[in-house]
């Protein structure tokens, strides 16, 4: 709480001195700055909502069986396969991850799913093999899964 109040204060305190210097530049400003949030609305709100579906249908003692901490490696293997073929944004993905791991998740295991989500794309493979080759597409999915592991393992030791 109170580092959004002092978030907060800063910005009154910039608002006023940008007032201050040019009221035609901040009026301006947030006029740009209001067109950007009315074009972000939707994946801002399309995130609320994924984020909102997916602890809606997965209960926390559900999330803690599939991928928590005591599920070791195979729970790290399901949620590394789970991030290899889903296809969402970073910008949800993230929240997503802090949504887990307060719902009881490890942390090697939000780790393996964020890295393979962002590393390997299975459901993106077939437009990859067409631009690239199938052997590249291959050995760079399967070198970034190997690589996902290697770095949820050691997020796990180290966090």
Do not use: C, D, H
């Not at 997503?96 to 794309?121: D, E, Q, Y």
């Not at 080759?133 to 770095?151: E, M, S, Y």
């Amino acid at each position: 709480m109170v580092t959004i109040i002092t978030i907060y204060g800063i910005l009154a305190i910039a608002l006023v001195f940008s007032l201050i210097k040019s009221r035609e530049k901040t009026k301006k400003a947030f006029v740009v700055g209001g067109k950007a949030l009315l074009k972000t609305a939707p994946s801002i709100l399309s995130v609320l909502g994924i984020i909102g579906l997916t602890l809606g249908i997965l209960s926390p003692q559900t999330i803690q069986k599939l991928i928590g901490a005591g599920t070791g490696f195979a729970g790290t293997l399901i949620a590394a396969a789970i991030g290899a073929v889903t296809l969402i944004p970073s910008l949800v993905a993230f929240p997503l991850a802090g949504s887990l791991l307060r719902a009881g998740a490890n942390v090697a295991t939000v780790s393996a799913f964020i890295t393979t989500l962002v590393m390997v794309g299975i459901v993106t493979s077939p437009m990859e093999i067409k631009a690239l080759g199938k052997k590249f597409t291959l050995l760079r999915n399967g070198l970034g899964f190997v690589f996902a592991l290697l770095i949820a393992w050691i997020m796990g030791a180290v966090l």
